[in-house]
């Protein structure tokens, strides 16, 4: 099995900085993408930011310039960030990690989802 286990949200003040973090752990033979998405009360899921695992990103329009997406691809790590600065009120949401994941026995990559974890930025 494949777990995704992110940390580092919380509430913070507008204009402050948060930094998430989201290992993945199992019997993982491989990653391809990984990105956060986000999901505010009554809206959908959106796109926050993603990096393939050559470092290629690319990020939501909201976030541009704001926030950024990292990873290391070390095999007891296989971890990616998001470094979040000027934080917003509208950038309130549960925030998910997702990976593209080849498992050691498998044939084919699989999109894993972590819990979640909750970003609160208060005006």
């Known amino acids: 099995q494949v777990q995704l286990v992110e940390s580092g949200g919380g509430l913070v003040q507008a204009g402050g900085s948060l930094r998430l973090s989201c290992a993945a752990s199992?019997?993982?033979?491989?990653?391809?993408?990984m990105g956060w998405y986000r999901q505010a009360p009554g809206q959908q899921r959106e796109l926050v930011a993603a990096?393939?695992?050559?470092?290629?990103?690319?990020?939501g329009d909201s976030v541009k310039g704001r926030f950024t997406i990292s990873r290391d691809n070390a095999k007891s790590k296989n971890t990616v960030y998001l470094q979040m600065n000027g934080l917003k009120p509208e950038d309130t949401a549960v925030y998910y990690c997702n990976a593209d994941v080849l498992r050691a026995t498998a044939v084919r990559f699989v999109n894993y989802w972590g819990q979640g974890t909750q970003v609160t930025v208060s005006s």
């Open positions: 199992g019997s993982i033979f491989k990653i391809n993408a």
């Open positions: 990096i393939t695992s050559g470092g290629r990103a690319n990020y």
